[in-house]
């Protein structure tokens, strides 16, 4: 049965991996709390309207390494509650400096909009600002972390972001895929974004061996290899169409679509 916060929803994935959710709010983002024998890692810290760190230190007394899938804010929002950070080494520069292009005001409302549950007391949006900072290290495709019997691989997914991250644990046939793929709106529409990155990398992690389970960064959290061979499928039929481009438009495909 899930556990419950009063702003995150706390859910066993299995024995020693926790995905920790903001089911109130419109990007409905998830972070993953992953215990090993020495080490803990967190991939993302939500979105900033409450303390993720207080739940995390109720799941766990290892020592926590923050693993930042990609620098937008509805995934660094704790991100300044915790010692040890790490970033793909193309987002450094927005986790020190911000996006560049990108103002307050839109953060702001895109943080804004459409909550559903009451938000912390202690929660103000006209004081809300994204997480900047100087990150513990520096990930690099092939990367890898050891927790303690429990290997990561890191795999560089440009194109919803140009540091954009997948985590694979191959014992488990886990695959974390952040904002690459979820049963949604897949946006690789922003100024900051790449089409043709984007089909690449969904092509990649397609070519992982095996899988069990992906566990994307927003909304439905239970999907499997089949889901991901499906958005494989059509951003091939996308690309040979020459549609991977932006300005191309929104792309329906049954339970996803792809927003170029
Ligand atoms: N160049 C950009 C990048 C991001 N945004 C906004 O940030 C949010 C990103 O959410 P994801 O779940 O896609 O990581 C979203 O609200 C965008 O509006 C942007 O505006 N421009």
């Known amino acids: 049965m899930p556990l419950r916060h009063d702003w995150f929803t706390v859910e066993q994935v299995d024995a020693d991996t926790y995905a920790i959710s903001e089911y109130g709010h419109w990007e409905q983002v998830h972070a993953y709390l992953l215990l090993g024998e020495r080490l803990a890692a967190l991939i993302d810290t939500g979105i900033g309207i409450a303390d993720m760190s207080e739940v995390?230190?109720?799941?766990?007394?290892?020592?926590?390494?923050?693993?930042?899938?990609?620098?937008?804010?509805?995934?660094?929002?704790?991100?300044?509650?915790?010692?040890?950070?790490?970033?793909?080494?193309?987002?450094?520069?927005?986790?020190?400096?911000?996006?560049?292009?990108?103002?307050?005001?839109?953060?702001?409302?895109?943080?804004?909009?459409?909550?559903?549950?009451?938000?912390?007391?202690?929660?103000?949006?006209?004081?809300?600002?994204?997480?900047?900072?100087?990150?513990?290290?520096?990930?690099?495709?092939?990367?890898?972390?050891?927790?303690?019997?429990?290997?990561?691989?890191?795999?560089h997914t440009p194109g919803h972001s140009p540091g954009h991250l997948c985590i694979y644990e191959e014992k488990r046939g886990y695959l974390y895929t952040a904002d690459l793929i979820y049963k949604g709106t897949l946006y690789a529409f922003y100024p900051t974004t790449d089409p043709r990155q984007f089909v690449?990398?969904?092509?990649?992690?397609?070519?992982?061996?095996?899988?069990?389970r992906l566990l994307p960064g927003h909304l439905e959290m239970d999907l499997n290899r089949a889901f991901l061979l499906e958005v494989s499928d059509a951003c091939r039929q996308l690309a040979e169409s020459g549609l991977d481009r932006h300005g191309s438009g929104v792309h329906r495909f049954g339970s996803f679509s792809i927003y170029f």
């Open 200 to 212: 690449r990398s969904v092509e990649k992690v397609s070519r992982l061996p095996f899988i069990t």
């Open 56 to 155: 995390v230190r109720q799941l766990t007394r290892l020592p926590v390494k923050v693993i930042t899938t990609h620098v937008h804010w509805d995934h660094i929002g704790s991100h300044g509650q915790f010692d040890e950070i790490y970033v793909h080494e193309q987002e450094e520069d927005w986790l020190r400096c911000g996006i560049p292009g990108l103002p307050i005001e839109q953060i702001r409302h895109d943080v804004g909009r459409d909550i559903t549950i009451p938000v912390p007391a202690d929660f103000s949006l006209d004081r809300y600002e994204p997480f900047r900072g100087k990150p513990t290290g520096l990930i690099r495709d092939g990367d890898t972390l050891d927790l303690g019997n429990r290997a990561l691989d890191f795999i």
